[in-house]
């Protein structure tokens, strides 16, 4: 199937930062969903998006559905400590039963 | 409510026995799915169930992996003769319909192999 490439692997940014990480494919998507995975605990869906150009927001997170459906973004604005986690991105195609996961982004904040 | 229930939430077992793992989906949802997680690693998709529909089996490494679905409802996955490289993290997640609907995962049942 195919791959959906994340990056960065990982961040380590200051309390207050602004984050930015995204996703891309050679191929089409017709969902993207970006979860995020606490240590011991399954992912959790923070934002979902079904239709390119999309912009949705939660709270302090903004996710875009690139316009080409071949890539997405999520930003998180003012990190807290509470933002520590791996995100991952994930893609799901008209042709495919599976949700395709990115290999995660692991986000560190230093107080 | 209830979300996706996995268990054992840990097991360690030696190399050449057998396991099973198991999934109580969340109530209703009709798609379940099996991953693996290895240590520092994404999401490998394993196994995939919609409904009464054939499951997709195609993520299954070996023929050493195998899932059921009994009525439509709890999964329990297999492994047979128990290998090092089978150690990982095993998640289970369920949506509501199984087309682009957004996946519910349960914490993973955490499989050493010794």
């Known amino acids: 199937g195919q791959q959906l490439n994340q990056s960065p692997q990982s961040m380590f940014i200051q309390e207050g930062e602004d984050v930015s990480m995204n996703c891309t494919s050679s191929?089409?998507?017709?969902?993207w969903l970006w979860y995020k995975q606490d240590p011991g605990e399954g992912p959790v869906l923070l934002i979902a998006?079904?239709?390119?150009?999309e912009l949705t927001s939660n709270g302090r997170l903004t996710a875009q559905f690139g316009i080409t459906r071949k890539d997405s973004f999520l930003n998180i604005s003012a990190s807290i400590p509470s933002d520590v986690g791996i995100y991952f991105c994930?893609?799901?195609?008209?042709?495919?039963?599976?949700?395709?996961f990115g290999a995660g982004t692991r986000l560190t904040v230093k107080p | 409510g209830a979300g996706v229930s996995q268990s054992p939430s840990n097991k360690v077992t030696e190399k050449g026995k057998d396991v099973e793992l198991r999934c109580d989906p969340i109530?209703?949802?009709?798609?379940l799915y099996w991953y693996r997680q290895s240590l520092g690693q994404g999401l490998e998709f394993l196994i995939y169930?919609?409904?009464?529909?054939?499951?997709?089996k195609s993520g299954l490494p070996s023929d050493r992996f195998s899932a059921e679905r009994t009525g439509g409802s709890v999964s329990t996955l297999t492994i047979q003769r128990t290998q090092q490289e089978d150690s990982a993290v095993y998640l289970c997640?369920?949506?509501?319909?199984?087309?682009?609907?957004?996946?519910?995962f349960g914490n993973g049942t955490r499989l050493t192999v010794t």
């Open positions: 191929s089409i998507f017709n969902t």
């Open positions: 994930a893609g799901h195609q008209y042709n495919n039963n599976d949700m395709r």
């Open positions: 997640a369920s949506s509501r319909a199984g087309d682009n609907s957004p996946l519910h």
């Open positions: 169930f919609q409904g009464n529909s054939a499951p997709d």
């Open positions: 109530s209703g949802h009709t798609a």
């Open positions: 998006l079904y239709k390119a150009g």
